[in-house]
């Protein structure tokens, strides 16, 4: 089991940043992959960024660039560093740990959410 705690969200104008932290309940070294989620109103849950328990990361298109995904493995915290936020990043932003149970099994937990309002 693990628990997931977000905060971080706000709003912020066109432009601005924001970082976003998600700590753990457990070593981050027993999750196999944790990534960013967001889902804006009327809109599917998409993948924002995600990182391996080995360092390895991957960005949705429109975030390249601008998004950075990180983690502390003292502290059991992933962030997500926002620049150049932009209207279209607004939603809930949701964290993800994957832990894998089997082959080809996976068990998923999420956050709550924070939220995150990008104003023009």
């Known amino acids: 089991q693990v628990q997931l705690v977000e905060s971080g969200g706000g709003l912020v104008q066109a432009g601005g940043s924001l970082t976003l932290s998600c700590a753990a309940s457990r070593s981050l070294f027993d999750i196999n992959v944790m990534a960013w989620y967001r889902q804006a109103p009327g809109k599917q849950r998409e993948l924002v960024a995600s990182?391996?328990?080995?360092?390895?990361?991957n960005y949705e298109d429109s975030v390249k660039g601008r998004f950075t995904i990180s983690r502390d493995n003292a502290k059991n915290t992933v962030f997500l560093q926002m620049n150049s936020l932009k209207p279209d990043d607004t939603g809930t932003y949701y964290c993800?740990?994957?832990?894998?149970?089997?082959?080809?099994?996976?068990?998923?937990?999420w956050g709550q959410g924070t939220q995150v309002t990008v104003t023009s």
């Open positions: 993800n740990g994957k832990i894998s149970v089997g082959v080809s099994e996976w068990r998923y937990y």
């Open positions: 990182i391996t328990s080995g360092g390895g990361t």
